[in-house]
T-cell receptor, first 112, second 113 residues
Framework: GESVGLHLPTLSVQEGDNSIINCAYSNSASDYFIWYKQESGKGPQFIIDIRSNMDKRQGQRVTVLLNKTVKHLSLQIAATQPGDSAVYFCAERGNSWGKLQFGAGTQVVVTP | ETGVTQTPRHLVMGMTNKKSLKCEQHLGHNAMYWYKQSAKKPLELMFVYNFKEQTENNSVPSRFSPECPNSSHLFLHLHTLQPEDSALYLC????????????FGDGTRLSIL
């Protein structure tokens, strides 16, 4: 079956640096991708999404990049802050009626 | 602040008990979802409702029974659960199943004794 790949690695980032979190996907027909942030004791919080007809989308301090050629999605966080410490995970959707398939997540730890 | 509210936040129950999880969304959405989240595993979709109609049952055991009386409320009725059912149960909603993103509640932490 199709899968979205994150194996819960840990990314340690110094406060003020930029963070890059990566996600590999395997379904070339996926039309929609989304990033979530989950803090301890809370539910996933929507960060940013992107459709397959785009390759870049920017939000507040965050940028999502989509490379359909190599089936790769990344989330860039500018000027990482202590409040950015959380698990980040991506999800893909196979088609407009398809369910989201989630990766396991990356733990981001911001150090002072 | 979340527009999706789940109660209770924590639940401990024995294997023979019957309990229900409740989810309410205040976002005017028409699709609602139940997910199971176990440690270090991807979110597992359980059920999907679109305009109060169930559109997805992801091979969930019958000891989990969903109910969607209207577009704002979703329940998960639990009966005769197993220890491996201990997990965080998350509710989400979206405009409808075509229009994302999904917005999540903070979940119910369920422990089966």
């Amino acid at each position: 079956g199709e899968s979205v790949g994150l194996h819960l690695p840990t990314l340690s980032v110094q406060e003020g640096d930029n963070s890059i979190i990566n996600c590999a996907y395997s379904n070339s027909a996926s039309d929609y991708f989304i990033w979530y942030k989950q803090e301890s004791g809370k539910g996933p919080q929507f960060i940013i999404d992107i459709r397959s007809n785009m390759d870049k989308r920017q939000g507040q301090r965050v940028t999502v990049l989509l490379n359909k050629t190599v089936k790769h999605l990344s989330l860039q966080i500018a000027a990482t802050q202590p409040g950015d410490s959380a698990v980040y995970f991506c999800a893909e959707r196979g088609n407009s009626w398809g369910k989201l398939q989630f990766g396991a997540g990356t733990q981001v730890v911001v150090t002072p | 602040e979340t527009g999706v509210t789940q109660t209770p936040r924590h639940l401990v129950m024995g294997m023979t008990n019957k309990k229900s999880l409740k989810c309410e969304q205040h976002l005017g959405h028409n699709a609602m979802y139940w997910y199971k989240q176990s440690a270090k595993k991807p979110l597992e979709l359980m059920f999907v409702y679109n305009f109060k109609e169930q559109t997805e049952n992801n091979s969930v055991p019958s000891r989990f029974s969903p109910e969607c009386p209207n577009s704002s409320h979703l329940f998960l009725h639990l009966h005769t659960l197993q220890p491996e059912d201990s997990a965080l149960y998350l509710c989400a909603s979206s405009q409808d199943i075509e229009n994302q993103p999904q917005h999540f509640g903070d979940g119910t932490r369920l422990s089966i004794l």
